[in-house]
């Protein structure tokens, strides 16, 4: 008989994880650009996974590959440097907060275009998840006037992205092992991120001279390793083994992680947010019930 509580566990243990990758976005970029940390997480999660993944490759059905394709682009390549991108402006534990839009736009993509249904408690739950959220942007606004909010689009591109992944996973790679579904992607996504790395100036002598760099190549391994490599085969069998709405709920803890990597980091940190942050637990508890 399966565990009906593993599903919680996948969900701390990533949530721990995930939102433990903003601030390792943050550091990392002391030492290297946007594009380079974007490039150098994906070669190296894709190093991992098709070392650890090989063997399970053979036994995807040719059917899925075009699947994992969209997938690896959706769910990796283009988040990979649109976070390290809007971090460059807006603060870690703010876009941690943003890409708590994931969720609701799981049940939109989920209904409209993948046809999956969510009941109506999940969608209450998403819904109070999703006010819980913008009392912290707005908090974290009040807390940090002077960030360029335009950054935050790339964000909310990125939950669009991973809404759609994860409504692909459920819907057209549900048989497929999780392991199988890390390293298809990274397939298709590790040779442009090597290119994309070629056309930095991450070879120049000046880059080697940056103080910063040693720390910053940990930091982004570190992030590779667990963030992205090991995070990816948990999150794709949360996502079989529950339901689209309530594995993107992982969004919801993931702030409060990031927040308080944040105050360790020297953020402020209000009551306000930390009411905020209890009402979105109760979204997620609400979001993964089947039952209306």
């Known amino acids: 008989m399966k565990n009906p509580n593993i599903k919680w566990i996948y969900l ?7 939102g433990s990758s903003f601030i390792l976005i943050k550091k ?16 190296i999660t894709g190093i991992i996974l098709l070392i650890a993944g090989y063997s399970k490759l053979k036994a995807i059905p040719k059917s899925k590959w ?11 390549f283009f988040p990979a440097f649109f976070f390290a991108i809007a971090e460059t402006e807006i603060d870690s534990a703010v876009a941690s907060i943003l890409n708590s839009l994931v969720p609701l736009n799981t049940i939109l993509l989920g209904f409209a275009v993948f046809k999956i249904a969510s009941t109506k408690r999940q969608v209450i739950g998403v819904i109070i998840g999703f006010v819980g959220t913008a009392i912290l942007i707005l908090k974290g606004s009040e807390l940090n006037p002077n960030q360029n909010y335009l950054y935050a689009g790339f964000v909310i591109a990125s939950t669009l992205m991973y809404a759609a992944n994860v409504n692909i996973i459920k819907r057209y790679l549900q048989h497929v092992k999780p392991l199988a579904i890390a390293a298809g992607n990274y397939v298709f996504i590790v040779i442009p991120a090597l290119i994309v790395l070629l056309f930095t100036d991450f070879f120049s002598a000046e880059r080697f001279h940056n103080p910063y760099l040693l720390s910053s190549l940990v930091y982004v391994t570190i992030l590779s390793v667990f963030g992205t490599a090991l995070a990816k085969v948990f999150f794709n069998k949360l996502v079989q083994i529950s339901t689209p709405v309530f594995a993107s709920s992982v969004t919801y803890v993931m702030p409060i992680v990031a ?34």
């Not at 990392?28 to 070669?43: F, H, K, M």
């Open 259 to 292: 927040l308080i990597w944040g105050v360790l980091d020297g953020e402020d940190f209000s009551f306000i947010q930390g009411l905020a942050a209890l009402l979105i637990l109760v979204g997620v508890y609400l979001a993964h019930k089947r039952k209306t």
């Open 12 to 18: 701390i243990i990533l949530s721990v994880i995930w």
């Open 28 to 43: 990392s970029l002391l030492g290297l650009t946007p594009y380079q940390l974007g490039a150098l997480r994906t070669i």
């Open 66 to 76: 075009k699947w994992l394709l969209i997938s690896g682009l959706l769910g990796s």
